[in-house]
């Protein structure tokens, strides 16, 4: 009996350490990780970066199979400006115009489909929730050892950022900006 209740325990081991191997999570280390924007008007653009809160990915088997972030909004900085027009432009970017970070002080992304096209790339499709607004997109994400990259496309429309936009105001000759914003994405694994 003894050996029995021994063996029983050691195969409930040996099962859950196989479903560790099997299913796993790696966190994103914040402070290397970097996400850089660039957004466009008919004048030039302006860029910066905004840092990520939280992240994860998750493998099933060694293939990527979901992943979580949380960016915080009120970090949102401008990298092409200097002075008094820097904070102009930063100040601009945290009210209600664009990201209403005092009501809206994160942004997240769920992975909500994950598809292995072959060596370390990915495309995935995710539910961004900007502004209180959830969208899905779809972008190419690169995995190596120590290093994931994506460059993501976000229609700033489909989360009521309307500043400046075409999709809501007519005649804005060279004051419109782009609907699109590009995100480039370095995570540190």
């Known amino acids: 009996m003894k050996k029995t209740i021994t063996s029983l325990f050691l195969l409930t081991a040996i099962l ?3 479903q560790k191997a ?4 790696k966190r994103i280390n914040l402070t290397e990780s970097s996400i850089h924007w660039l957004a466009k008007k008919v004048t030039g653009q302006h860029e910066g970066n ?3 809160y939280s992240g994860n990915l998750a493998y099933d088997k060694g293939v990527l199979s979901g992943g979580s972030f ?3 909004m009120n970090s949102i900085n401008c990298t092409d400006l200097e002075g008094e027009y820097k904070g102009k432009l930063e100040g601009h970017l945290k009210s209600n115009d664009f990201f209403g970070v005092a009501e809206h002080p994160q942004a997240t992304l769920t992975f909500t489909d994950v598809k292995e096209k072959g060596n370390g790339l990915y495309s995935v499709t995710g539910d961004f929730t900007i502004k209180g607004k959830t ?3 779809t972008f190419d994400l690169q995995i190596s050892e120590q290093n994931a990259t994506a460059k993501v496309t976000i229609n700033r429309s489909l989360y009521d950022i309307r500043y400046g936009s075409k999709s809501f105001f007519d005649n804005l000759g060279n004051k419109m900006i782009y609907d699109d914003f590009e995100l480039n994405v370095n995570l540190k694994l």
């Open 16 to 18: 859950l350490n196989l």
């Open 22 to 25: 099997e299913a796993q999570e």
């Open 50 to 52: 905004i840092k990520i």
């Open 70 to 72: 949380v960016v915080d």
């Open 135 to 137: 969208n899905p997109a």
